[in-house]
């Protein structure tokens, strides 16, 4: 008779990866950074072989660059890195929307809804209009239901946080994007699949024209 397999705790390294996310996220770690693997073993009162198993956890996120005899840095977006992430992402939901518009059921429409109203309440909150946000567009992917099309979404998004103006707004872009989720719920809510479409790449079009600007970033 075979003994039962005992499931391990959470793996350490993976506690040190998501302690890691949570200070590049924070600023803590800022884009380009070198990270100092002595400095941060004893601070977390680790070993070294933890840590490097949780860099490769981020650099296959693409949160951390690993250079040669050089160590590990926080990954800079370039202005090209930014530019076709939010091609690739205006591409996927926009299909994704246009999909929920036609299939999505009653309810899944409401919690759209919900979470739309949600975000109407923290427009004057930053940190937390920018969670709302994505918990709007990661809630949409989920109705439609293509398990790949999350997948690149979420790793899409979490790089787009390293974009060195994450906490900057181009004047005036906060009350834009909260006008376009507007359009967009309400064109999902009519089931209009194409004006979904069209509206969610408008969204992203017009985001990445305020990322352009030299003090300025904004919410997809």
């Not at 490097?52 to 951390?64: F, I, M, Q, S, T």
């Not at 919900?114 to 309440?121: I, K, M, T």
């Not at 790793?155 to 834009?176: I, P, T, W, Y």
Request: charged content about 25%.
């Amino acid at each position: 008779m075979t003994t039962p397999l005992k499931l391990a705790p959470r793996a350490l390294y993976q506690e040190v990866a998501e302690r890691l996310r949570q200070q590049i996220f924070g600023r803590e770690l800022e884009p380009g950074a070198w990270i100092d693997e002595l400095k941060l073993c004893a601070e977390l009162g680790i070993s070294r072989t933890p840590l490097r198993e949780a860099l490769k956890v981020l650099a296959a996120e693409g949160l951390v660059t690993m250079k040669v005899r050089r160590g590990a840095y926080v990954t800079e977006m370039s202005e090209r890195d930014v530019r076709e992430a939010y091609q690739l992402l205006a591409l996927l939901e926009s299909d994704a929307a246009a999909r929920v518009a036609l299939n999505a059921t009653g309810s899944e429409l409401g919690e759209l809804q919900l979470l739309h109203e949600q975000l109407e309440q923290q427009a004057q909150e930053r940190d937390a209009f920018f969670a709302a946000n994505e918990q709007f567009h990661l809630r949409l992917l989920e109705i439609e239901g293509n398990r790949w099309r999350q997948q690149i979404v979420t790793d899409l998004r979490r790089v787009m946080k390293l974009n060195r103006h994450h906490s900057l707004f181009k004047q005036g872009r906060l009350a834009e994007s909260l006008q376009e989720h507007r359009a967009l719920l309400q064109a999902l809510m009519q089931r209009q699949g194409d004006a979904a479409a069209r509206l969610m790449r408008a969204h992203f079009d017009n985001g990445l024209a305020a990322a352009a600007s030299p003090a300025a970033q904004t919410t997809v």
